[in-house]
């Protein structure tokens, strides 16, 4: 999509760190770390957020979460653990319009969130 800031990163339009990429999902360093390890893994496909997915999205967002979890694993958290976050609309947080899973860990997270 034209003027999305992850779909340019996704063409390699826009410069990332990025640590994993396939057919189907792109994963890469956030540019502000809210957290040791901060990345963000998103679907090469733009959909504006996570509630506008649709049933035909199923398998793209089970692959999310697994390519996570792979991630996860290699980049040494699991064992410490970690969180995911998919921030929603205003009240959510989110900022960027092309849903985004955030991976942190590297530090022990607070709940509740803020
Ligand atoms: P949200 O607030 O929408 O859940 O998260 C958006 C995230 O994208 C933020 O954590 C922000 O730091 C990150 N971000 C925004 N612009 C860029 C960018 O140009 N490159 C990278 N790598 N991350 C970005
Ligand atoms: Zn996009």
């Known amino acids: 999509m034209e003027d999305c800031l ?6 390699g339009d826009i410069p990332a760190d990025i640590v994993y990429q396939d057919a189907d999902v792109t994963a890469f360093r956030d540019i502000n770390p809210a957290a040791p390890t901060h990345i963000l893994v998103i679907p090469n496909k733009h959909i504006a957020a996570i509630n506008e997915a649709s049933a035909e999205d199923q398998a793209l967002l089970g ?3 697994l390519v996570a979890n792979q991630i996860a694993e290699q ?3 699991a064992e410490d653990g970690f969180r995911y976050v998919i921030n929603t609309g205003g009240h959510g947080g989110q900022t960027v319009f092309h849903i985004h899973l955030h991976i942190l860990g590297g530090r022990q997270m607070d709940w509740p969130p803020g």
């Open 63 to 65: 692959k999310l979460l």
């Open 75 to 77: 980049e040494g958290l």
């Open 6 to 11: 992850f779909c340019k990163i996704v063409a």
